[in-house]
């Protein structure tokens, strides 16, 4: 291959690779907008970090620029330190209108010294009820981690700190709505949940301890950006592999050890809930 041959097939790799980042930790003034809170939501640290409040009066929230049809969305996030009882950090792609898709993190908090759970739902067509919670194995408030949501035409995943927690297939053949034609933008917030969040509410936001602040940083996207009906993504070109790619096996063993050492809700095995069948995604058999 000539040298300007070779310069030339650079240039064509560089540019379709820029096309799939919607942004990549360089400056969030450009890729992220406060959207609420009346200034308990910033941008600092020359574009760096966001920092997002929640007092008695509001929380507060920001968004995406983009949307996005398929996404690789990595975030660090420290959630609210201490007493954390009745705040939620919500952390989530979803679509616009009544009928919408959603891939969901939320993260409830707690006393002090007592863990978060991380809460997971799967929105298809406005219907969620997937309902999967964990516990995590650091304490988040501690520093910055990264969560991820991976979401493909193949399946969404869920990550925390790269491993998967939660795989959500493509179960179309068998009947089961996939979020694929909807573009979501990526959302955050952190807002007063006490009716529901801690203890299903038994416990309510200690408002002494206000305000609480959650951080963000480093976001990462691989991803197809929506514009005016088409998508920056070409199907033909080996860097969009990650649009059909599957849980390794390293993958699918993280997956099981998480699910078996650290899930404490599980909607698939809520046989009180589903009294008459559970959901088809939770019995159908797919291959690994």
Not at 11 to 33: E, P
Not at 209 to 238: E, K, L
Not at 248 to 269: A, E, G, H
Request: net charge neutral; aromatic share 14%.
């Amino acid at each position: 291959m000539g040298v300007f041959s070779y310069i030339a097939l650079v240039i064509v790799f560089l540019v379709s690779t820029l096309s799939m980042v919607a942004f990549a930790g360089t400056n969030l003034y450009q890729d992220i907008d406060i959207t609420w809170g009346d200034g308990r939501g910033k941008i600092v640290n020359n574009g760096q970090l966001i920092t997002l409040s929640l007092d008695r009066e509001s929380g507060s929230g920001f968004q995406s620029k983009n949307q996005f049809l398929y996404a690789k969305i990595d975030t660090q996030i420290k959630l609210v330190p201490g007493n954390s009882a009745g705040t939620v950090t919500a952390y989530y792609l979803r679509s616009e209108g009544l009928s919408w898709d959603e891939l969901d993190f939320e993260f409830l908090g707690n006393l002090s010294d007592e863990p978060y759970i991380v809460h997971t739902n799967v929105y298809t067509q406005g219907k969620g009820e997937r309902e999967q919670q964990f516990y995590l194995w650091f304490d988040p408030t501690k520093d910055f981690h990264t969560y991820s949501i991976h979401w493909s035409p193949v399946h969404a995943v869920f990550y925390v700190d790269g491993k998967p927690i939660r795989e959500f297939k493509n179960l179309e053949g068998a009947g089961v709505p996939y979020p694929k034609n909807q573009p979501m933008r990526l959302y955050s917030s952190l807002w007063n949940a006490d009716d529901w969040a801690t203890r299903g509410g038994l416990v309510k936001t200690d408002w002494s301890q206000a305000p609480f602040d959650a951080s963000f940083r480093n976001f990462r996207a691989n991803s197809c950006v929506w514009s005016n009906g088409v998508s920056s993504c070409n199907s033909n070109t080996s860097d969009n592999a990650w649009l059909s790619q599957q849980l390794d096996s390293r993958s699918q063993k993280r997956l099981k050890w998480v699910q078996k050492n650290y899930m404490i809700y599980n909607y698939c095995t809520d046989t009180k809930r589903f009294p008459q069948a559970l959901p088809v995604e939770c019995t159908v058999r797919t291959k690994s």
